[in-house]
């Protein structure tokens, strides 16, 4: 689950304003201040073009699910980026922007967020989402994908395990997990019902969701959440304001089944693994034994919260880069210095 950072969460007053406080007494003076941008404009949305190239909707066929994805980049290999529980495939739209000019990447929005349209958008189970990346990358690419690196934060993180457990993606060169760790997702299920319900629930406008992550500390960086904060939210005719897209509270079935397992399925996984995590504290007994004997390179990223391809956005994309290239990644998957290649057709 996507709260671990909004326990803290408290409603946005209204009558909070951008104006210091009076003077303690007539003879205190103000001092100067520049003009300051309204809060309107500095938490005004932002459109997906000023990051991705371009977006899509793949049909699955046999049924009449249609997922939305956005891509950006021309060369490489594919980094395919899986968002975590109530967040979209814009979550990526800054990091993709830094990401373009070395790898392709695309972005989806998993069944029930975003712009993706699914016959049950309440089954958030394991294999359903995994099933649906792989139908997603079949439809992208057909039977030669090129090399995937796969890419998940939070609930995404599992998903992008859960797709390399089953073995169904042949192309897959490496997987990213962003801070997510089996013990502690676990032990933090009992509080994420009362997290969600304490929430923040209608908004009056998108500036006001907007304002609301940023000041209630789910994110810390005002540029991703512009651009990423709209596709979670949908407009309620009947209540006349904006709501959250997905109903997670509804979906507490599938939770435990997100995580339990997760750190066996990672380390078992046969490609070069990337941890990165907010904080050095989530590693449990398994992960650590795993790392003690070098089966997965960790980095801890400072100064965020749990969203770290939000809150730091060129520093999360440097060090997707570096893991490419650290493992040879190529689009064609790992390539080993001195040997060679035949022509193989563009993709």
Not at 175 to 194: C, F, N, P, R, Y
Not at 291 to 305: A, D, L
């Amino acid at each position: 689950m996507d709260s671990s950072s909004s326990s803290n969460l408290n409603p946005l007053r209204e009558d909070i304003s951008d104006e210091e406080p009076a003077p303690a007494s007539v003879f205190a003076t103000r001092p100067l201040r520049p003009p300051s941008t309204s809060s309107s404009d500095k938490y005004s949305p932002v459109e997906w073009t000023s990051y991705f190239d371009k977006e899509d909707d793949i049909s699955i066929p046999g049924s009449n699910d249609v997922f939305h994805v956005y891509m950006a980049g021309t060369e490489g290999p594919v980094v395919f980026c899986l968002h975590g529980g109530g967040f979209s495939g814009l979550s990526f739209s800054i990091v993709a922007s830094k990401i373009k000019e070395k790898a392709r990447v695309v972005a989806m929005d998993l069944r029930g967020h975003g712009k993706s349209v699914s016959e049950n958008e309440l089954d958030l189970s394991l294999e359903t989402m995994s099933n649906d990346v792989v139908a997603v990358i079949k439809e992208l690419y057909g039977d030669s994908p090129p090399a995937i690196v796969l890419v998940g934060h939070s609930m995404g993180g599992s998903v992008a395990v859960q797709v390399a457990a089953n073995k169904t993606l042949p192309s897959l060169a490496g997987l990213v997990v962003v801070d997510v760790v089996e013990g502690t997702a676990v032990a933090s299920l009992i509080h994420m019902q009362k997290i969600l319900s304490n929430r923040m629930q209608h908004f009056p406008s998108i500036q006001k969701a907007i304002e609301y992550s940023i000041r209630g500390g789910s994110l810390r960086n005002i540029d991703s959440a512009r651009v990423s904060i709209p596709t979670t939210l949908k407009y309620d005719d009947s209540k006349q304001c904006y709501t959250y897209r997905t109903h997670l509270e509804q979906t507490e079935q599938y939770w435990k089944g997100w995580y339990e397992g997760l750190s066996e399925k990672f380390l078992s996984s046969p490609v070069p693994k990337l941890l990165l995590l907010a904080g050095t504290d989530r590693l449990d007994r398994t992960l650590t034994i795993g790392q003690m004997q070098g089966k997965f390179q960790m980095i801890v990223v400072k100064h965020t919260g749990h969203a770290i391809q939000e809150d730091v956005p060129e520093e999360f994309a440097n060090l997707v880069v570096n893991f490419i290239s650290r493992n040879r990644i190529g689009p064609h998957g790992v390539e080993i210095p001195g040997t060679w290649k035949p022509s193989q057709p563009k993709t």
